[in-house]
């Protein structure tokens, strides 16, 4: 059992190659989770900003259609279908724009509960001294709105890195790929078991960040 | 020559969907007057004031602010409410920032006051309230009294022309009130114009030039304080006077 899963020797061989994965996905990482958060920022403040029906129900469709959209199917009709366009993109650009369109969505719903949950006073006192809309949003509502939904904004996050390993379909060396790369060559699973508890040791700290600030948020509501 | 009002709002009118709010109010207020509105809730006294800033659209009627015409589409908005503080019932002070951040953040972003100067302006307007130990204070360390004092700071740091209240000390537990009154009445001596619409009348006795009583979207009358007080020429005046007085 344990020459198969944990096999020390393999492990050690297989060692470089998942480093080389695991810098691909915590680049991926913070390429994805920052551009995840302004696509989202742009469609929360437009939709909150105007509510005339000419953007509001576009940006509900666009919002709709790419949560409702399984991001592997998008990545996968993204790198398989582009080069027929005549489009040639490498497998880090596919999985940053479907990661760009599927995150921001489900960014962009956290952020604009969050926009929705600051009163509408609080808007009124910034514009009644004179602050313009986007001086108010920037520095009166967002701090204050990111602030109410800080753990759906982490917990997303944590589902963003988790998701980053699906690169892997599209030849995109990050953590996953190189395990699997790396069990083809020895025939031996604990490539995988390594980048299974590598993905643990990552994203335990976030997990255990994200309890506390759950259970800090139940006894403010308290 | 009369010297120019520095509110002068004609024929407001406000609707809401199919709600007729405001009826064709009139406002004049002259330099260092204090008017006072009373009236029944859904009078519409907070939609005028509202109107006085645009944080409302008036459906039609000219108002205009030392001599500036806030409806027209060419006023830059932003500066002229800078000339028109206002004081809400609920404080609405930015619970992230601390009492001196609150006051200096318009002084900093629309006024153009570097930092330094900005926390000067900022402190010394704390401490026109009696809060000038309170500055590093965030609105939830504060009293509810103390939070519409640093409300009242933040807006008279922008050195306005006329300060708006609505009902500024109704949600606030009785013995809170006086502290903010007597910064009210501080402003009233220094000769800030203002408008405030409250339910104190002790305050409307001894502070106000002039009382206004509306009614669904009117104004029914006008008067000195005594007049409106003592002896109102409408029933309606008469009706709602001794009601409050009966509390």
């Known amino acids: 059992m344990l020459d198969t899963f944990a096999n020390a020797e393999i492990a050690r061989q297989a060692w470089p190659i998942l480093l080389a994965g695991l810098g691909n996905t915590l680049l991926l990482s913070v390429v994805v989770v920052p551009l995840g958060l302004l696509g989202g920022l742009i469609l929360s403040v437009t939709a909150t900003s105007f509510h005339h029906p000419l953007v509001r129900y576009p940006l509900m469709a666009w919002v709709d259609f790419f949560r409702a959209f399984p991001p592997l199917v998008l990545l996968i009709l993204l790198f398989a279908g582009l080069p027929f366009a005549g489009i040639q993109i490498t497998g880090f650009a596919c999985v940053c724009i479907a990661f760009f369109l599927n995150t921001g969505a489900y960014y962009g719903e956290i952020l604009r509960a969050g926009i929705e949950s600051v009163p509408s006073g609080q808007t009124e006192a910034a514009r009644s001294t004179g602050l313009g809309r986007l001086q108010t949003m920037l520095f009166v509502v967002l701090p204050q709105a990111v602030r109410n939904v800080l753990p759906d904004l982490l917990s997303n996050t944590l589902e963003v890195v988790k998701l980053t390993s699906l690169g892997s379909v599209v030849a995109m060396p990050e953590l996953l790929f190189q395990a699997r790369q790396a069990q083809s060559l020895t025939y031996n699973p604990t490539p995988i078991v390594l980048a299974a508890a590598v993905y643990f040791v990552l994203l335990w700290p976030l997990v255990r960040l994200l309890s506390r600030l759950e259970n800090r948020a139940l006894a403010a509501r308290k | 020559m009369a010297a120019r009002p520095v509110v002068e709002a004609r024929g407001i009118h406000k609707h809401f969907g199919a709600h007729h709010v405001l009826k064709g109010v009139d406002l004049v207020l002259a330099e260092r007057e204090l008017a006072f509105v009373i009236g029944p809730s859904g009078s519409g006294k907070s939609t ?12 039609s009627g000219s108002v205009m602010v030392d001599g500036v015409d806030m409806l027209d589409a060419r006023t830059d908005l932003n500066h002229a409410r800078q000339r028109v503080g206002m004081v809400f019932q609920s404080f609405n002070l930015y619970p992230h920032m601390t009492a001196l951040g609150n006051v200096t953040l318009a002084l900093r972003k629309v006024a153009g006051k570097s930092s330094a100067e900005a926390d000067a302006l900022g402190q010394s307007a704390l401490a026109r ?25 933040r807006a008279i740091a922008l050195e306005p022309r006329v300060m708006l209240f609505d009902e500024p000390t109704s949600a606030l537990d009785p013995e809170l009130v006086g502290s903010v009154l007597a910064v009210m009445r501080d402003l009233r001596q220094s000769g800030m114009a203002m408008v405030v619409v409250s339910h104190e009348m002790g305050f409307a006795r001894n502070a106000a030039d002039r009382v206004l009583f509306m009614d669904q979207g009117l104004i029914v009358e006008e008067g000195t304080p005594a007049q409106i007080f003592e002896s109102p020429a409408q029933e309606r005046t008469r009706a709602f006077i001794g009601q409050i007085q009966k509390h």
Request: contains cysteine; hydrophobic residues 35%.
């Open chain 2, 48 to 59: 005028l004031l509202r109107c006085l800033n645009r944080l409302e659209e008036p459906s």
């Open chain 2, 129 to 153: 309230v009696g809060l000038a130990d309170r500055a590093g204070h965030t609105p939830g360390q504060l009293s509810g009294g103390q939070q519409q004092r640093v409300a009242i700071a």
